[in-house]
Each structure stands twice: as structure tokens, then as C-alpha cells.
């Protein structure tokens, strides 16, 4: 009679826990943190090799081999992974000018990059050969809102944004870039319609986060982290606080070297970060972050790994 009672109750604790099971994992989910690692680049400006060891202050540094160790280690030992680059990925040594970016593109879709946008000098070889280029060798977007390359050869070649799926997070990232004109010859822009990155960051990240429902919305900027002698230029650190929906700025352009990230409010008081690792693939860029109910988005981590050939 005492087995019987036992197992009726245990029977009835069983059912009572399947009927809470999906109370439960909500519950969970406000005290079990979900994270996400953000890789990143900018400038690497067609450095494939590290630089020479000639006695400069680079020597050594820099290059795809050691830059794909590296992320090759870190997909090891964190699940879910975005790696970004922030443009200007031609110009800069004979492989460009030889290859015409050809080996550029092979080797971030051979890392496995998951999106990057448009920087001035991505144009230096012209339109049609940046389009044959990602239409060939790109297994990642080319991320850009704020052009409108309509009657180009770039029509259709990039989009204004991407949703990523990491285990629960939904992550949105869109690009903008700095104004051609005056900087990009108009051979080489061609007819292609700058529009004011501003106006297109805030559309595109309010989309990302009320119509999408991105947990967390990343902005990849070739406009430039500041730019002290004109206020007015559009910066990375105006685009954070003229915006109301950016959570992660990576920038490039200017080629600076953060120790950590800034910190900025946007319009709404609501934390901004921004973050910009110099230029030629010597720095690769890591921000960890950890969502959950509970406590809300967080950065844990920053930590900017010098990529050698050792």
C-alpha cells in the first residue's frame, strides 16, 4: 500500500513539472546569461602578409595567417561568434595592385567573416571590379545603408543590413560610410547617391530593433571615430549620440588605435559603444557581451589581441 501511495505521488510530481516545464525555462532564462563574442576588424588596407621584420615599429605584426589562428582558437572556445569588418579591406600593398582584391576576399570568406561594410578605398580599382569581386569570391555581405548604388555596378551587389541568429539572440548589423565626393575620384564613385548616414542609421536600427526584435543592434561605420578640427563631419561619436537604437558601433576610417571602447549616450541616455582597432589586420578586435532577463545586455570583456606570425 505504501509502494502504491509512492507512486502516485511521484507520478503526480512528474505531470506537475511537465505542466510548469515551459514556466521553468523562462524562469531560467532570467538567471542563465546568453553570451556572444564580437570579432572585428578595420583598414587592413590589403595586408596579407605581416609586415617586414625591418626594424619598424610593426615589424612582424599583422597578416591573415595569424589573424585566422586566432579566430580559428577563440571559435573553439566560444559557441556563438560574429566576426565584422568595418571597410577599407583594398589598397595598401602589390597584392592590390596585382590582384585587384581578388585574394582579399578569398581570405575573410576563408575566415568565415560574417559581414563587413564599404570603405573609400574599397573603390580605388572601380565599382565594376568591387562588384566582380564579391560576386565571385564573397561568402559574406557587403553591409551599406547609406548608398544608393541604383545605374552602378554595384546595384544589388550590397544590402542595408542582416539579421544573425546565435542560439536565442537575435543580432541585426547594418553599415553606413563616409561621403565619396571630394574623397573618392568620380570615376571611380560614379553615380552613386550618398545619403545622410544619420537620417539611414536611425531608419535602419529602428527597424532592426522594433520590427525585427534584434536583442542587439550593431552599426559597422567607415565614417571615422572624431574629427577634432570640423564638429560638423559626420563622426562615429556624433552617429552615437545623434541615434536612438545603435547598441555597438565598430568603426574604421580613421585608423585609430582604442585602448578600450568610449562610451557615449545616445538620444534616449541609453549606452553607446564604440570601438575602432587602427588598421592593417595588427590588432583583431574582441568585445564579449551577456544578455539575460534579469540584469539586462552587458559588455564583459574587451580585449584587443595583437595578431603576429608567431
Known amino acids: 500500500m505504501l509502494n502504491r501511495k509512492k507512486f502516485i505521488r511521484n507520478t503526480a510530481l512528474s505531470a506537475g513539472a511537465l505542466m510548469a516545464g515551459p514556466s521553468l525555462l523562462k524562469a531560467a532564462d532570467y538567471f542563465t546569461p546568453l553570451k556572444l563574442t564580437v570579432l572585428h576588424t578595420n583598414d587592413t588596407h590589403s595586408r596579407l602578409d605581416p609586415f ?20 580559428h582558437q577563440i571559435r573553439k572556445e566560444e559557441e556563438h561568434i560574429l566576426l565584422l569588418d568595418a571597410g577599407d579591406i583594398f589598397q ?41 569581386q564579391l560576386s565571385r569570391h564573397a561568402t559574406f555581405p557587403m553591409l551599406v545603408a547609406n548608398y544608393d548604388f541604383t545605374g552602378t555596378p554595384m546595384e544589388y551587389k550590397t544590402q542595408p543590413y542582416k539579421i544573425f541568429k546565435k542560439g536565442k539572440l537575435t543580432i541585426g548589423v547594418f553599415g553606413v560610410s563616409i561621403e565619396g565626393r571630394g574623397l573618392i575620384p568620380d570615376t571611380l564613385f560614379g553615380a552613386t547617391k550618398y545619403l545622410d548616414p544619420i537620417e539611414k542609421a536611425n531608419e535602419t536600427a529602428d527597424v532592426l ?17 572624431q574629427y577634432k578640427e570640423d564638429r560638423a563631419k559626420v563622426s562615429d561619436e ?13 568603426g574604421g576610417h580613421t585608423h585609430t588605435f582604442l585602448d578600450s571602447p568610449i562610451n557615449y549616450k545616445n538620444k534616449k541616455g541609453d ?32 580585449h584587443n589581441i595583437s595578431v603576429s606570425q608567431k
Do not use: W
Open 209 to 225: 530593433k522594433r520590427k525585427e526584435g534584434c536583442d542587439m543592434v550593431i552599426c559597422l561605420s567607415h565614417l571615422g571615430n
Open 52 to 71: 617586414p621584420m625591418d626594424g619598424g615599429r610593426n615589424q612582424g605584426l599583422g597578416g591573415i595567417a595569424g589573424r585566422s589562428q586566432l579566430i
Open 238 to 250: 556624433i552617429l552615437a549620440k545623434e541615434t536612438a537604437a545603435i547598441d555597438l558601433i565598430i
Open 271 to 302: 549606452d553607446v559603444i564604440v570601438n575602432q582597432v587602427g588598421f592593417a589586420g595588427i590588432i583583431l578586435g574582441r568585445l564579449d557581451f551577456e544578455f539575460s532577463k534579469f540584469s539586462g545586455k552587458k559588455m564583459t570583456k574587451n
Open 92 to 132: 595598401g600593398t602589390p597584392y592590390f595592385n596585382l590582384y585587384k582584391g581578388e585574394p582579399e576576399i578569398k581570405a575573410m570568406s576563408a575566415m568565415q567573416y560574417d559581414a563587413c561594410t564599404i570603405g573609400n578605398h574599397d573603390f580605388d580599382a572601380g565599382m565594376e571590379n568591387l562588384a566582380t
